[in-house]
């Protein structure tokens, strides 16, 4: 005959819909939980949507483990679904349900719970005043330690609305959540007894909501018949007697301590509204443990909140992140070496993305292109601009005439009004002979070197891209000379600052660049943003740093 191994003292705690609370001990491995005694089961939960063949408590070599064996909803241990899970004293056992019975696990011997201590107490006439307020107290601690576990938030909640009207005696708890112009909208709903019920089809006094969110303070209505809230239309139809609507508060407000501030709308997360066709009567103690329930319920859905707009957050940073990596692959990278040109560039953004590009483009075999260009604003704003801008005047390959795209962005971009956004730009041809042909659309003046001196020409004669419908745009040529270097920039190397809040300059940028005149053009760009680096060391930027350098070879560098 084999001998049973002793298994240790062990109890579930068995959480009722309603609330109740009562202790199983388990006396036997596998121990099998389920609905109804077809099943053999040990512990028989009385609830339709739970599985005949449940769950078992299994021990062995030392531990208690829960195994799920076919909960249609699954089996939970804290708030994760589980197969095969060890047991450890104070877990959480769920069926995938907010409305049905939930345990607790404990080892140990087996105690008297708070409720049947308390239980006892209020069948003692004597002291039930003090036990009405323990049970109070205890509702509290509960709530407490609940939102410590891994629970689901709706479930979180409805507990929490389950204990608000087992406080109050109210018949119904809705929960409502605050949304933009003074609205709300149900999210969750109970009935006496820990049943769910229809957020949407459940009514609520909209005169004692509309008050409770005007001013932003709670509504404790005991009897109806000694207030004015009585004559409500909302409150007549439903035959109340009684009702509590408590604002629920961001954490930050929550915890402000000051006594004097009226919240904002923005602290406002939603209303804890209770409601009942008796009337009532708190002590002070029921109305301090209420507006404790109502700052848990307030907390769940604050740290709810503060959890998707970090989400938010990161779905944000992520998008920037691939809309900054498109926007750097659309610029030139590897500048080919063309037979009449030197070309490099650079191109940084003071935030993810930025409204500074440049380009180049092969127009025939002996005439290349080259744009660059400040859209006003920074951000997204101005990166979809520029993406637009790059993606027209890429129309330069087709033959088109540089004055004539111009007037086309330029009553493109003034007749959608909502854009909101205008750019400077210079745009310019040069070809083996050297000759240059550019507009400048209120561009800074290019700075042109020559015999080591460096000077601003080529200055804006045409208004910005987007400012005036009715604008025009005339091109202007000039001839270079072999060795002629165009350095073209915008305006975050000029109006760079210091810790002293003064700028670069166009001096300044003068002087940098005869320096290094005889530096290639790679060693000139990096010369450049070495000196502003150095001038603004320690001071913040505010805007997009771009820089085009073009140098002509001359003819014989094209044969």
């Known amino acids: 005959m084999s001998e049973t191994l002793p298994i240790p003292e062990a109890i579930l705690e068995v959480v009722e819909p309603s609330g109740g609370r009562r202790p199983v001990k388990i006396l036997k491995s596998p121990f099998r939980i389920g609905r109804g005694q077809e099943a053999a089961n040990d512990l028989q939960l009385p609830d339709k949507r739970i599985s005949r063949n449940c769950a078992a408590v299994v021990y062995g070599d030392g531990k208690f483990r829960l195994e799920d064996l076919g909960q249609r909803h699954g089996v939970f241990i804290n708030g994760e679904k589980i197969q095969s899970h060890p047991l450890q004293d104070g877990d959480t056992i769920t069926f995938g349900m907010a409305d ?103 009514r609520v006094s909209s005169t004692a909501v509309r008050q409770a969110l005007k001013g932003q303070k709670s509504i404790v209505v005991e009897n109806m018949e000694q207030v004015a809230l009585r004559e409500a239309r909302s409150v007549a139809e439903l035959d109340l007697r009684s009702l509590v609507v408590i604002p629920l508060l961001t954490l930050s407000q929550l915890g402000a301590g000051d006594a004097t501030y009226v919240p904002s709308p923005e602290d406002l997360l939603g209303l804890l509204y209770l409601d009942s066709r008796r009337p009532v009567a708190f002590s002070q103690l029921e109305r301090k443990v209420l507006d404790a329930l109502a700052s848990e319920a307030a907390s769940v859905l604050d740290n709810a909140r503060l959890v998707q707009i970090e989400l938010e957050r990161r779905r944000l940073e992520q998008e920037l992140t691939i809309a900054r990596e498109i926007q750097q692959a659309l610029l030139p990278k590897d500048f080919k070496q063309y037979t009449h040109l030197q070309v490099t560039g650079i191109n940084r953004s003071c935030l993810a993305v930025g409204g ?54 330029n009553r493109f971009i003034c007749e959608h009004s909502e854009v909101q956004r205008y750019a400077t730009l210079f745009f310019g041809t040069v070809d083996t002979g050297g000759e240059l042909t550019y507009v400048n659309a209120g561009h800074l003046p290019p700075l042109l070197v020559r015999d080591g001196r460096a000077e601003a020409v080529m200055g804006a004669e045409c208004l910005p891209i987007g400012l005036v419908a009715e604008a025009t745009f005339a091109a202007r040529s000039q001839k270079l000379q072999p060795d002629d270097t165009l350095v073209l920039y915008t305006d975050g190397i000029t109006e760079a600052v210091d810790t002293q809040d003064e700028q670069f300059g166009i001096e300044r940028l003068q002087e940098a660049v005869s320096r290094h005149a005889t530096a290639n053009v790679q060693d000139l760009q990096a010369a450049i943003l070495a000196e502003v680096e150095e001038f603004t060391r320690g001071a913040y930027q505010a805007d997009d740093i771009t820089v085009l350098i073009v140098r002509y070879r001359g003819r014989s560098g094209a044969e």
């Open 356 to 409: 500074d590009y440049f380009d180049l483009m092969e127009l025939e075999a002996d005439r290349t292109a080259f744009v660059i260009a400040d859209v006003c604003g920074k951000g997204l704003g101005a990166a979809l601009v520029t993406a637009m801008l790059q993606g027209t005047f890429s129309a330069m390959t087709l033959g088109k005439e540089p004055t004539q795209v111009f007037a086309h962005v």
């Open 100 to 202: 049905s019975y939930s345990m607790v696990f404990r080892r140990g011997p087996v105690a008297k719970t708070v409720d049947q201590i308390l239980d006892g107490l209020e069948h003692a006439q004597e002291v039930e005043p003090g036990a009405r307020e323990l049970r109070h107290l205890s509702l509290l601690l509960e709530t407490t330690a609940l939102l410590q576990s891994q629970l689901p938030m709706e479930d979180l909640l409805a507990r929490v609305v389950d204990h608000a009207i087992e406080v109050t005696g109210a018949d119904r708890g809705v929960l409502l959540q605050a949304e933009r112009e003074g609205r709300t909208h149900p999210v969750l709903a109970r009935q006496r007894g820990g049943r769910s019920l229809e957020p949407e089809g459940v």
